[in-house]
């Protein structure tokens, strides 16, 4: 399997840093870190997050990691992070 990160995605990463980095800069760059090494356990277990049916027929799945979500798509051998959130965004 190969992990690959959409431009939505990054672009959310530098959102929720831009975000968080004026309160506290040290966190904003642990929580960007974090949401960043998350998806590498995917690589072993692509199937772990929850089905997001609405999807249908594409492989879309969900999973959280503290108060963040990350979507993302499975196609063939290939996991693609679609977006990523905190919890608490209207989304």
Do not use: C
């Not at 959102?15 to 309160?23: E, I, K, N, W």
């Not at 692509?46 to 503290?66: K, W």
């Amino acid at each position: 399997m190969e992990l690959k990160w959409t431009t939505k995605a990054v672009s959310d990463l530098a959102r929720l840093y831009d975000f968080l980095a004026p309160v506290n800069r040290r966190s904003a760059a642990r929580i960007v870190q974090s949401l960043t090494a998350a998806p590498k356990r995917l690589l072993e277990q692509p199937r772990l997050g929850e089905r997001l049916e609405e999807f249908e027929p594409r492989e879309v799945r969900r999973i959280l990691i503290g108060h963040y979500e990350i979507r993302y798509e499975i196609q063939q051998s290939t996991i693609y992070v679609l977006r990523l959130w905190h919890t608490r965004e209207d989304r």
